[in-house]
């Protein structure tokens, strides 16, 4: 039978995406994991795509197929801690919420992988603009977003009084562990030091 030019022609099946097409989400699982360990190990400057392939067991190409630099891939990272955040405490207390947040957060600063990353990437923040966005964007995302859902809990309450200053609040929430675990890189705070810290941050919320 003859096929006029015309008519339609059956169309050719898609075939299923393969290869580059197909990244497994196990191997940008592990790519993401060796991030954190290479920089604690090597910094941001001596960190490298090889390395991080090596440390991921993976080639160079898994890489390259998910990030163009490793600048890209550090800022996807760092984006990334933004949207999982901290868990928002809701015992119903200004005072608990501040000792719980105040736990989670010791702890997370003393982790052996975040007190030599957080400091690098704020070194490598002060030189480049783009780490320095993406930084902010996960404190403000991250801690901040916590901070704010405890303060309107504590407001909703009467803990605290309408009309409070609202960035000075966040500082007098986050600025003293900040100070303590990333600035001074200070020891293990002493027993009682947690328990004191939230006493005089829910006094000085209160005073706003």
């Known amino acids: 039978m003859t096929t006029h030019a015309d008519e339609p022609q059956p169309r050719p099946r898609r075939r299923a995406p393969a290869g580059a097409a197909v990244l497994r989400a196990d191997v940008t699982e592990a790519i993401r994991a060796a991030v954190f360990e290479e920089l604690a190990a090597v910094g941001y400057a001596r960190m490298s795509i090889e390395g991080i392939a090596r440390r991921a067991g993976v080639g160079k190409t898994a890489v390259y197929r998910r990030w163009r630099s490793k600048l890209h891939l550090v ?18 207390s200004l005072d608990t919420d501040l000792r719980m947040l105040y736990e989670v957060t010791s702890r997370a600063l003393r982790h052996p992988v975040a007190s030599q990353v957080i400091p690098d990437l704020q070194a490598e923040a002060a030189r480049n603009p783009e780490i320095a966005e993406a930084m902010q964007k996960a404190v403000r995302e991250g801690q ?65």
């Open 75 to 92: 800022l996807d990272i760092v984006s990334a801690l933004a949207v999982q955040g901290l868990p928002a405490p809701d015992t119903g």
């Open 144 to 208: 901040d977003g916590v901070a704010s859902s405890i303060l309107a809990a504590a407001e909703r309450r009467g803990e605290i009084r309408a009309g409070y200053d609202h960035d000075l609040a966040l500082d007098l929430i986050s600025g003293p562990l900040y100070w303590r675990s990333v600035v001074i890189r200070g020891p293990k705070p002493p027993k009682g030091y947690l328990a004191a810290l939230t006493r005089a941050t829910a006094a000085a919320l209160r005073a706003l």
